[in-house]
């Protein structure tokens, strides 16, 4: 089946590293995704990977992906207030092309 | 210069009433989707269409019916509104990333989303 688990809730001092984690089910994902939600507005895709891939790295973001363990994790360096908001990891379902999401992490940033 | 729009923003309603959700995108994408996020965030889909065509529907009730004028618009109706209705429903955009020849990450944006509150 297809279901993807992210822990519910992250705090972090400004400036330290945050690290979001997320399992998914569907080993046949071809790419994942990182999405931001910041409050009352819409998703935003951060970044993505795909499933060759166990590193990529964009400024900030640093995503991992152990694909035997089926494990993602998006780390964000030098952490600040304005990145305070919900982080969703999502699969892609290779048939359908239908993303599937995590619950949603929110990362609280404290000054 | 919005990518994907969404009328109206905020709608407040009563149970057994009838609405209309507006998409619009203006990316030349081919692929449209609704999704619904419920008071506890979790993001779930509803719907996809393809040029039009309806490609997947995830066991939502019969209530709700998509509407694909053309390739650039996915309109949400639904009819006798119940409490359970109350969320916020986004819309999202994308190339066709399904099928068996995946090439791409295909990403999927997002609207600004509308809250439905039913009461």
């Known amino acids: 089946g297809e279901d993807v688990e992210q822990s519910l809730f992250l705090s972090v001092r400004e400036g330290d590293s945050s690290v979001i984690n997320c399992t998914y089910t569907?080993?046949?994902?071809?790419?994942l995704y990182w999405y931001k939600q910041e409050p009352g507005a819409g998703l935003q895709l951060l970044t993505y990977i795909f499933s060759n891939m166990d590193m990529k790295q964009d400024q900030r973001l640093t995503v991992l992906l152990n694909k035997k363990d089926k494990h993602l994790s998006l780390r964000i360096a030098d952490t600040q207030t304005g990145d305070s908001a919900i982080y969703f990891c999502?699969?892609?379902?290779?048939?359908?092309?239908?993303?599937?999401f995590g619950q949603g992490t929110t990362l609280q940033v404290k000054p | 210069d919005t990518a994907v729009s969404q009328t109206p923003k905020y709608l407040v309603t009563q149970m057994g009433n009838d609405k209309s959700i507006k998409c619009e995108q203006n990316l030349g994408h081919d692929t449209m989707y609704w999704y619904k996020q419920d008071s506890k965030k979790f993001l779930k889909i509803m719907f996809s269409y393809n040029n039009k065509e309806l490609i997947i529907n995830e066991t939502v009730p019969n209530r709700f019916s998509p509407k694909s004028p053309d390739k650039a618009h996915l309109n949400l109706h639904i009819n006798s509104l119940e409490l359970g209705d109350s969320a916020v429903y986004f819309c999202?955009?994308?190339?066709?990333?399904?099928?068996?020849?995946?090439?791409?990450?295909?990403?999927?944006?997002f609207g600004p989303g509308t809250r439905l509150t039913v009461t």
């Open positions: 999502a699969e892609r379902s290779s048939n359908t092309g239908k993303l599937i």
């Open positions: 999202a955009s994308s190339q066709w990333a399904g099928g068996l020849a995946e090439r791409g990450p295909y990403e999927q944006y």
């Open positions: 569907d080993s046949s994902s071809t790419y």
